[in-house]
Structure formats: C-alpha cells, structure tokens
C-alpha cells in the first residue's frame, strides 16, 4: 500500500494520542492533564476518531469511562503503533545528537587492550561514535622521535591519539596510559610435562621467540637482556625465530611454539581466557611506554574528554587491581 493512501486511511494522530490516554485513564480529565490541553479537546479528539471509525469507542457514564468491545480490540495496535513512533523519534534525534570521535592506536594495544574494554565505553557514553584505527605509524621509532600522527584523520572529526613511545610530543597533552613492562609468556601447555617451565633455567629447554616490531627501538629488551636481569648467563638469548609483527609472536605462543617477551598489560584478556600463561613473574622495564596524545587545540573538544576520562580510569583500576 503507498504512503498517501495509507496516510488517507489513517486517523489523526492528536485523535488516536487522546484515546490511548483516555483508555488508560479511563479519564478524560486525567488523560487532558497529561497531554497538556483541556478535558473538552480530549473529549472532541475522541469523538473524531469514533466518527473516522464509526463506532462508539467508550461508554460515558456518571464520572465514568469504560471501554467498548471495538476500543478493547484496538487499545493494544494502537500502543503499539505509539510506541513504535516515539522509539523512531528517539533514535532519530540520538543520531542527530551523536558525536563522532576517532581513537588511533598502536595495533597490538588496540586488540590486545582497548578491544576487550571498549564494551564498557560504549555503555557507558552511548552518544559518543567511535571510529578505531589501528596504526603501526602510533609507535614510535628512532628516525621518527616526536611524531604525533601518520596524517590528518578528519578535519571534522576530534581524534584521539594512544602513542608508544617516549612522550615527548611538544604541542600536546601528554597522559601516561600504562609504561612497557615485558614478562616471559607461552602457552599453559608448556607449564606441564618433562621440561616444565618452572624457573629461568628451564627455558634452555624452549624454543625463544622474538618479537622485532620496532626493530630501531633500541629501549625494548631483548631476550638476552632479560636473561641477563633473571641472572641466567648460560642461555643463548639469539636462538630462535623473529617475528616483524608483535601479534605475530605471540600467536606463535598461544600455539605452543615457545615462550616471548611481552609488555604484561596487554595480556590481561589472553591470560584469563587461558590462551597464555606467564611462567614467572621476572619482569624486565622497556624505556617506552603507552600515551594518550592530545593536541592542544582540541584539549577541550568534550568528545575527546570524555574519552580521556575513561581511558585513564581503566589504566588506573588495573594498576589497582
């Protein structure tokens, strides 16, 4: 059926408002405090839409209301149909209301951290649209020190920007998210059997993954570092294979194919799906850690506050935990 001839068909929509109110009311005074307007309009609403129908909709009694067959048959559809209108009206203007905000991160922060998180932001702040982007560009690297963005997200668009790096980013405000703290990780499988992890020692025993993501970082530790911190000496820390992607490596983990170094913060998820395990608690510090970027003109944008508030939230109730 076309929209004019159901719209000719269809009663006025002051009408069919004044009769869900008056039948639940069973009032017409009650119903016109409600609406807003006088007992006489309600009552003449209700008198055209019986005329559009013609069929009486209510017995008047003395100080009385009480619905006939025909309203008792129609009250439920047309709640319904009142409903349906006000919930499209509302997710209209919520459109309308909405405001954009893109958040640009490092990738293994973004799946590995953000993602598992970012339910309870979007939750909690319904009238905030996110846009997330991972970018390799977000780590900081020693021919780039200070770089803020790969290029412009939008013109139109508040960005906010999580950096791995050192946080020197002159014109901008700088909050500390979390620092690189790595830890030994592997599969629980690797946790039982003949060659257990159990101590440092052990590892001569298993396979070293390396993880070279930002290869001209020279703050990140290397396995020989970390040996060198547990006090094992004896233990070749260049055997095994490298890993240009962090994800990758520790993919690789989660499958059994030996033990990486990884910053402890992001493995929250994977340790407690009991994906990864870390086999002792040995941390070395890297000299870089993970920033909230925000330019200074855009500091105030409420999007972006927002955001920052709960970003720095979660960072801290981790730590507290």
Partial sequence: MSIARLTARTPPLNALRAFEAAARHLSFKNAARELHVTPGAVSHQVRLLEDHLGAPLFRRLTRALELTPEAEAMLPKVREGLESLFAAVQRARSRHETRPLTVVSP????????VPRLARFTMAHPEIELHVASRQAMVDTG?????????????????????FGSGNYPGNRVDEVFSAVYVPVCSPRLLRGE????????????TLLHDDTVSEESTRPTWTDWLRSAGMHDIDGTRGPHFSDAALALDAAIEGMGVTLAIKSLLDADIGARRLAVPFDIAAPGGFAYYLVTPEAAAGDEAI????EWLLGE????RAS
Avoid: I, K, Y
């Avoid at 159990?198 to 298993?206: I, M, N, T, W």
């Avoid at 960072?315 to 981790?318: I, L, R, T």
């Fill in 195 to 206: 060659h257990a992890l159990r101590s440092p020692a052990d590892l001569r025993h298993h």
């Fill in 315 to 318: 960072s801290a109730a981790e």
């Fill in 107 to 114: 990738p293994n922060f973004a799946a590995r951290w953000l």
């Fill in 143 to 163: 021919a780039q020190p200070g770089l803020v963005a790969p290029h412009a997200e939008s013109a139109e668009t508040p960005v906010a920007m999580v950096r």
């Fill in 305 to 308: 506050e927002t955001f920052r």
